[in-house]
């Protein structure tokens, strides 16, 4: 089955900058990179995800990236906010009727004001 | 808006207890999702449907089952509730191949 890898496990930022958070997967079939946030208390929410057939997808300050020939895909955050303090997961799906994604461990992201 | 709702935020019980679980969502998506979270160690999936009357394990099935008797309503229960099931419960709904919408959690003790 799919595995994905998420990197770093914390990260600690100063607001205004830059986050980045890395995610590999080992399934050459994958073709559906979702991106969830999860504050404090509440469910994980979908901010942005990419499709197998794109490079790059910009939504305002956070863009995602993928590497298929690498296997792996970068979740940025740029002029960073301290409401971006969450816990954020990347996921990996095949194709198939049920989409059941493979989530990543968690990178805890901290921006201090 | 998707909403997917859990019963209960807050849950203690008490060792060998059968506990159940109740997810709602009112978007009539085919296909529901229970996880736990646990720190360090993720969303890691227990149970899943895809329609009425169906269901299939996940990662971590033991000491666990559901019931979907209705479309918008999955349930997870716990039959004979244990310490080392102390944990986070997320359910999670989606349409087809559309991404998953997640509730807010139980945050479920076992004592």
């Known amino acids: 089955g799919e595995n994905v890898e998420q990197h770093p496990s914390t990260l600690s930022v100063q607001e205004g900058d830059s986050a980045v958070i890395k995610c590999t997967y080992s399934?050459?079939?994958?073709?559906?990179f979702p991106w969830y946030k999860q504050e404090l208390g509440k469910g994980p929410q979908l901010i942005i995800d990419i499709r197998s057939n794109v490079g790059e997808k910009k939504d305002q300050r956070i863009a995602v990236t993928l590497n298929k020939t690498a296997k792996h895909f970068s979740l940025h955050i740029t002029e960073t906010q301290p409401e971006d303090s969450a816990v954020y997961f990347c996921?990996?799906?095949?194709?198939?009727?049920?989409?059941?994604?493979?989530f990543g461990r968690g990178t805890s992201l901290i921006v201090h004001p | 808006d998707v909403k997917v709702t859990q019963s209960s935020r807050y849950l203690v019980k008490r060792t060998g207890e059968k506990v159940f679980l109740e997810c709602v969502q009112d978007?009539?998506?085919?296909?529901m999702f229970w996880y736990r979270q646990d720190p360090g160690l993720g969303l890691r999936l227990i149970y899943f449907s895809y329609d009425v009357k169906m269901k299939e394990k996940g990662d971590i099935p033991e000491g666990y089952s559901v019931s979907r008797e209705k479309k918008e309503r999955f349930s997870l229960i716990l039959e004979s509730a244990s310490t080392n099931q102390t944990s986070m419960y997320l359910c999670?709904?989606?349409?087809?191949?559309?991404?998953?919408?997640f509730g807010d959690g139980t945050r479920l003790s076992i004592l």
């Open positions: 978007m009539d998506h085919e296909n």
């Open positions: 996921a990996a799906s095949e194709p198939g009727g049920s989409y059941i994604p493979t």
């Open positions: 999670a709904s989606s349409f087809r191949e559309r991404p998953q919408h």
């Open positions: 399934d050459s079939a994958s073709n559906y």
